[in-house]
């Protein structure tokens, strides 16, 4: 399976981390607001791993496909409309990208991840959440960086959730004898959720599909699986692959917190937490092994992200060293 980042098609040995920072690079150069410690920044990012550099070849070969287009100008007029702090900037410098590289090589782009997601009926940015309701009355609540399509026929309301998380509610049970006869049904990479009159939420990670059942009941059913379908009940939680499904385990607060605007963590390991947050957040943020055990708890509002690591210093031995304004590490405090 490859990787789709900004665009571009990453192959298998490129590792999603890296390519989302590459990506956050490519971005944070094409602004034009990148200063000498930036870019010093960013070499030494290149440098460290050599994934880095593999993903950051990708990007130079794309960017160097679009400067040779018509002179240069899709190049220039991706640099005019690509400011790290807009998500609608960072959505078109996917899309031009992709257009840019289907109207030079004469490629199919429509399958890409990106483009799907780019693509898709309802849709959020990075940090961004958003409520929508559909044609049957059913509630979505799209969490950060989350994209899916819409398919209702007379015989099936179809979801298909591209990208990131978002929470269902279709409604109460007594409305439901007309949704027995056209189910509503969620897919992912992984497989199918039914809903049985319900409140869930589907988390597409990147390996494998989270459902957790706020309300009533959901039936799974693995892609390539099908005969391990398994009902979820209210209460509770399971993950899930295209072959398999694990044991289902009950919910905690921490699971449905993001729809409450919060983030907790309870007991939780620093480098998890870190790895959560940095899915509200533009700009390359990571964790050093040396605290990455850490554990602690509290509760933290979504709505901003660069409070939430500042106050971490507050319950743990660590500092947020700020490498530049799109690169930031917590590490043991000095």
Not at 30 to 39: A, L, P, R, V
Not at 75 to 99: D, H, I, K
Request: hydrophobic share 40%.
């Amino acid at each position: 399976m490859t990787n789709d980042v900004a665009g571009f098609q990453l192959s298998p040995q490129v590792r999603s981390a890296s390519a989302d920072a590459a990506a956050q690079w490519l971005t944070c150069m094409m602004s034009g607001e990148m200063n000498e410690k930036d870019y010093g920044q960013w070499q030494q990012w290149r440098r460290a791993d050599p994934d880095h550099e593999r993903a950051w070849q990708h990007i130079e070969a794309v960017s160097a496909r679009l400067r040779s287009l018509h002179g240069g100008a899709a190049y220039q007029s991706l640099a005019s409309v690509t400011a790290p702090a807009s998500p609608e900037r960072r959505n078109l410098l996917g899309v031009l990208l992709m257009l840019g590289i289907a109207g030079s090589t004469g490629f199919t782009v429509t399958r890409t991840q990106t483009f799907r997601q780019l693509a898709a009926d309802y849709r959020t940015g990075v940090g961004e959440q958003r409520n929508f309701t559909l044609d049957d009355g059913t509630e979505l609540l799209l969490n950060t960086a989350s994209a899916v399509d819409v398919r209702f026929d007379g015989e099936r309301r179809l979801l298909r959730l591209q990208a990131g998380e978002v929470m269902i509610n279709t409604g109460h049970l007594e409305k439901q004898s007309a949704a027995r006869e056209r189910p509503f049904i969620v897919t992912t990479a992984d497989g199918y959720v039914r809903a049985l009159g319900t409140r869930f939420v589907v988390r597409q990670q990147s390996d494998s599909t989270q459902v957790a059942v706020l309300e009533h009941a959901v039936e799974i059913t693995p892609a390539d699986a099908p005969q391990n379908a398994q009902l979820l009940q209210a209460g509770e939680t399971l993950m899930f692959t295209r072959d398999a499904l694990k044991p289902a385990a009950r919910i905690n607060d921490r699971m449905a917190a993001w729809t409450q605007g919060q983030l907790i963590a309870d007991d939780m390991r620093l480098a998890d937490f870190i790895a959560e947050l940095r899915r509200y957040r533009r700009g390359v943020l990571r964790c050093d092994p040396a605290v990455a055990d850490l554990r602690f708890s509290g509760v933290f509002p979504l709505r901003d992200p660069e409070q939430i690591l500042a106050l971490l210093p507050n319950s743990l031995p660590v500092r947020v060293r700020q490498h530049s304004r799109y690169w930031s590490v917590v590490e043991p405090r000095a």
